[in-house]
């Protein structure tokens, strides 16, 4: 398999600093709603900020990759004596729950690294945190051909999953012929 060099952003986090202002989420979430920043529903927004007020925990979690299937496994954490639920801190778009998926469309959420045109010099909730909670890098690593996998793809994945794909096919025909 031949490899490619691919830049990885990265986005470090620091949760000991959170304060759970939620900024992050607000930002994220106004980016992208269509138009830009035209309403703001952190349903919407690829960060999601874990809380457990009384005990001041606040843990700022990421939208990760779409899964059509449930895992098979469950995690349990205690942190300052307080137990979180299974899937808490798991960054997957799955069935198991409603967290990061888009509240109309139900279609998967992912952080896109707030992909603009012109680019953002800095994914915006790492702008927006003033308490230096979240901290960008980038770097270059080798990763297999196949591994560049693009948000369409996994948006139709989703759909196809979840309507099959002749349903998906007829919709996309009609669709085309409204112009
Ligand atoms: S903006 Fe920073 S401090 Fe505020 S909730 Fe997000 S990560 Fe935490
Ligand atoms: S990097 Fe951009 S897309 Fe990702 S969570 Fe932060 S604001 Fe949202």
């Known amino acids: ?39 703001i529903n952190p349903a919407r927004s690829r960060i999601q900020v874990i809380t457990h007020r009384l005990k001041n925990i606040w843990l700022p979690v990421f939208a990760g990759e779409y899964t059509p299937a449930e ?14 639920e299974e899937c808490a801190f798991c960054r997957a778009t799955c069935p198991s729950r409603d967290l990061f998926k888009e509240p109309d469309s ?23 945190c003033l308490n230096d909670v979240l901290i960008y890098e980038e770097r270059e690593v080798e990763v297999g051909e196949e591994e560049s996998v693009d948000l369409a793809e996994v948006g139709l994945r989703s759909l196809i999953d979840k309507h099959g794909f002749d349903t998906l096919v007829d919709t996309m025909v009609r669709i085309a012929e409204k112009g």
């Open 106 to 128: 139900h279609l998967p959420l992912r952080c896109d690294m707030c992909e603009d045109d012109p680019p953002q010099e800095k994914p915006l909730c790492v702008q927006v």
């Open 1 to 39: 398999m031949s490899k490619i060099k691919k830049k990885v952003k990265t986005i470090k986090i620091d949760a000991d600093k959170c304060n759970g202002c939620r900024a992050c989420e607000i930002v994220c979430a106004g980016f992208h709603s269509t138009p830009k920043y035209d309403i």
């Open 71 to 84: 895992c098979m496994g469950r995690d349990i954490y205690v942190i300052d004596g307080k137990e979180y």
